[in-house]
């Protein structure tokens, strides 16, 4: 019996929602395994360390990269304050992991409320606290070094 390889789909996941469901179709045509956080179930252990765990198993990683940086998990080993789609890529990487990375092309028209910079928008609320435009502006940044 044929190896079935799995594929880890790495996307931030509001904004690229439909992507990440054209990765997965690409993924089951192809005849392969996708992995994606929708389908995690409950295992006890933190996100990025389920993450992380399931990616070790996966023979391939598609990352899918537009306008918004995603959720920073807090923990003492991300000092730097990296998503979690970036810390997947490093630890994919690290294992020797071919990566399929899709970037928006930065002329795309692209919908305001999917880009971090929308949420300058909300922090410039005289109702917000004012840390707010700096984490933005600090993600818009990083998002661009990533």
């Not at 192809?30 to 252990?45: L, N, T």
Request: charged residues 25%.
């Amino acid at each position: 019996m044929a190896k079935q390889y799995s594929v880890f789909i790495s996307a931030t996941s509001e904004d690229l929602k439909e992507y990440r469901q054209a990765a997965r179709d690409a993924v089951l045509m192809a005849g392969m395994r996708p992995e994606m956080m929708e389908y995690f179930g409950a295992s006890g252990r933190p996100p990025l360390s389920e993450c992380l765990a399931r990616l070790s198993d996966c023979d391939l990683v598609i990352v899918l990269v537009a306008r918004r940086y995603g959720w920073i998990p807090p923990s003492p080993s991300n000092p730097e304050g990296k998503s979690i789609t970036w810390l997947e890529c490093e630890h994919a990487v690290a294992l020797g992991k071919t990566l399929l990375v899709f970037l928006l092309d930065e002329t795309a028209v692209w919908p305001v409320e999917f880009t971090e910079s929308s949420c300058l928008c909300v922090s410039n609320d005289p109702n917000n606290d004012s840390s707010n435009s700096a984490d933005v502006e600090r993600r818009v940044k990083t998002l661009s070094e990533f």
